[in-house]
């Protein structure tokens, strides 16, 4: 019993659990103290310099030179008040996590702290290293980050850290913030044209962003004792235990004490950073939970979403625990997503996704529903090439997580009227308290925010007043797949606004024209509709009816980015050029390819210095009982057995990861990434993996439980 995994196991059964106590009973008093807000601004700057800040935020104009050293010279007494020594720009690299180089407030020849507004405002980080797909050459290093004023400062440690974009010095974007800031940019300026149609008050529309994060939480020492989960952030191999979700006891139950504990110090640290953190609770799994914000602007939820993974990586070493965001850590079992609670905001303060019982604004919500569903029709290859990864493709269709063909679910209510639109080409508007207006549709009914209810096996649904993507990964940066998500449905208003103007030019009154192409929209997009269990069989036959595609795979998924349309969708909009599609998709592949190859390569090290050496000593102490049982003249015939099965596995896992290794060699030899990636699917994750997990995870059942190397499930999930 001396292997690492009882050592972990040791350790666990000495862990306590601390207290976490908040710096004051109230979240007001410390929420966002962390934060440089507008608030904090207001009061370090001038009347004058602080409109011409928020009017940069606001127009996304560019600020001047006085404005940016009065804006450096305040952050930088603020942040040295509170202990900063450093500064960092923080951006969001095409790595999928977060990068900061620190520089010191201090000149060591001038004596004093320095911060100039030329600091805050660019700065020139090495570049050489990030991923680029082709866009510079390695030796080429230099790359800018420019500070984005819509996301606040902030202090991490002793570091002031400066939201920013990055980009490469011909400018072509090497992040995943600038391009989400043209696609908001975008459905900005079509949804605002659109509701104009109905409210001349309208000057801008926000996307808004709730994402929920769920996540496993286990143990340091045991994670330490699973080389798979250190290296590959999921389990390779491992038995599903007698126990795992089926009970549904450990969804929404009691938090555990420790884990507890971790979360109030993640949610403390994340609070005083401005995150809005509000929700808590168990998911389905053992181990599983989850943690969901407030709405903020997309922007900025997008950027504290990628602060709080990192706050709660940081934070659960403290408590000698380590937090999983990995979409499928453990087989069988409920897997990790983020689910994207989107919708779209005036600046008057209408939801413009919130049904209401005002006939005009129910107009103005069905136009934008419907333009929605539209787009997710139109890009729904798109759509699903943005959540593409070797992680999502473990988790997509399994388990409780949407599978891989794109649908839309609006409820019973929203569908029985756009059926009612689509059938009967009548609506009834209300025009004063008895007065109706024929527009070709039956009518408009009040429609009651939820009261039809919600569909979680979808991938995309309505729910209420807002739309929840629930396919995004939960390792994956969300302003990948919200970048499409805002561009397709800018494109769709865009078009939409388009051919209203020509029919209201052509002598149709306004509101029969919005009804007619609205009708005609909901014929075009039904087929992306669906109300039912979206993991049942049935679907996946309906769907491949209604041409539907079902791509299983990210190489087959990220040809999306080839087509035509896609490319030209991306040029129209300024979001991405060619170049930048190309090196996204190269990126992307590239990443596939190497989280695959380092899977097989795991897989292959712990088959051959960790379960063959263990079976083959388990399987030498029953040979000697077999014969001690021979020479005693008792049956051995069970015994026996054993050593068959435990033989038959061991030749099926030596076998298998020999042809695994030998076609990974020939599948390095390919140069297409493409033709490489697609390779590493079919011929190396899909031919062997579960192959070889079969076999291993059967030699867990038969080998004696004191000599089994691994850390297993049950000691995972169920030890804290």
């Known amino acids: 019993m001396a292997n690492l995994r009882f050592k972990a196991l040791e350790m666990v059964e000495k862990r306590s659990t601390e207290r976490v106590f908040p710096p004051s009973e109230k979240i007001s008093d410390y929420f966002a103290e962390d934060a440089f807000t507008l608030d904090k601004m207001k009061a370090t700057l001038s009347p004058d310099l602080y409109k011409r800040v928020a009017k940069a935020i606001e127009k996304g104009t560019k600020m001047n030179e006085e404005t940016a050293d009065a804006v450096a010279s305040a952050v930088k007494m603020w942040a040295i008040s509170k202990g900063v020594t450093h500064y960092t720009h923080w951006f969001q690299p ?6 900061e180089k620190h520089d010191s407030f201090y000149d060591a020849q001038s004596g004093i702290e320095k911060f100039k507004g030329s600091m805050l405002v660019q700065q020139e980080p090495d570049a050489s290293s990030f991923p680029h797909g082709g866009i510079r050459s390695t030796f080429e290093a230099r790359g800018y980050t420019a500070w984005d004023p819509s996301s606040p400062l902030f202090i991490w440690g002793r570091t002031l850290c400066i939201p920013c974009v990055f980009v490469s010095y011909t400018g072509e974007a090497l992040d995943y913030k600038a391009p989400l800031m043209k696609a908001v940019d975008a459905v900005n300026i079509a949804a605002t044209r659109v509701c104009q149609y109905f409210d001349r008050n309208v000057l801008r529309v926000n996307a808004s962003l709730g994402c929920e994060q769920e996540y496993f939480v286990i143990d340091r020492a045991l994670f330490n004792a699973r080389p798979d989960l250190v290296m590959t952030g999921r389990t390779v191999f491992g038995h599903i235990p007698a126990r795992g979700q089926q009970l549904d006891d450990h969804y929404f139950g009691a938090i555990p004490s420790r884990v507890y504990n971790y979360i109030k110090d993640f949610e403390i640290e994340a609070l005083k950073l401005g995150i809005p953190v509000t929700t808590r609770h168990n998911e389905v799994a053992p181990s599983q939970f989850e943690i ?4 903020e602007d997309i922007n900025v939820a997008t950027d504290h979403n990628q602060l709080l993974m990192d706050v709660m990586k940081r934070v659960s070493a403290r408590h000698n625990l380590k937090v999983l965001f990995h979409e499928k850590p453990f087989a069988g079992l409920n897997g990790n997503g983020k689910h994207n609670n989107w919708s779209l905001i005036t600046n008057t303060g209408v939801n413009l996704f919130q049904p209401s019982s005002s006939a005009r604004e129910n107009l103005q919500f069905l136009v934008f529903l419907i333009c929605t569903i539209k787009a997710v029709y139109e890009y729904n290859g798109l759509l699903r090439a943005s959540i593409a990864s070797a992680g999502n493709d473990h988790r997509l269709g399994a388990n409780e997580a949407p599978p891989a063909i794109m649908s839309v679910f ?3 209510e929203l569908t029985t009227v756009l059926d009612e639109m689509e059938k009967s080409g009548n609506i ?9 207006m024929k527009l070709g549709i039956d009518k408009i009914p009040e429609i009651i925010l939820d009261k039809t209810d919600r569909n979680r096996t979808s991938p995309f649904a309505f729910t209420g007043n807002k739309f929840e993507f629930r396919a995004v990964g939960g390792s994956e940066n969300v302003a990948a797949s919200m970048t499409v998500l805002n561009l397709i449905v800018a494109d769709q208003l865009t078009k939409f606004k388009t051919t209203i103007d020509v029919q209201i030019e052509k002598g149709k009154e306004k509101k029969v024209a919005i009804a007619n192409v609205l009708r005609q929209y909901i014929k075009e997009s039904k087929a992306i509709r669906f109300e ?26 990220l040809l999306a980015y080839q087509t035509p349309k896609v490319r030209t969708l991306f040029r129209k909009y300024g979001v991405l050029s060619d170049r930048e599609i190309d090196a996204r998709q190269e990126i992307k592949l590239e990443n596939y390819i190497l989280k695959i190859q380092i899977e097989s390569r795991v ?22 009982n077999a014969l001690g049982l021979k020479e005693l003249k008792l049956d051995n015939s069970e015994v026996r057995k054993s050593i068959d099965s435990i033989s038959k596995q061991i030749k099926i896992i030596s076998s298998e990861v020999d042809k695994m290794t030998e076609e990974r060699k020939r599948i390095n030899k390919i140069e297409d990434s493409a033709k490489k990636a697609a390779a590493y699917c079919s011929d190396i994750k899909e031919k062997y993996f579960d192959k070889i997990r079969n076999a291993v995870d059967k030699l867990e059942l038969q080998i004696d439980d004191d000599d089994w190397p691994l850390v297993k499930y049950r000691e995972m999930l169920f030890l804290r």
């Open 94 to 99: 095409l790595t999928g996590a977060t990068a």
């Open 532 to 557: 039912g269990d979206n993991y049942s069989e049935s679907w996946t036959k309906e769907a491949k009816k209604r041409g539907l595609p079902n791509v299983k795979n990210t190489p087959e998924a």
């Open 410 to 412: 609006i409820g019973s």
């Open 292 to 295: 969901a914000p407030l709405y």
């Open 603 to 624: 897989i292959a090290d712990l088959v051959l210095n960790h379960i063959i050496p263990t079976a083959s000593k388990y399987q030498n102490i029953l040979i000697k």
């Open 428 to 436: 009834r508007l209300d025009k004063g308290e008895n007065m109706y």
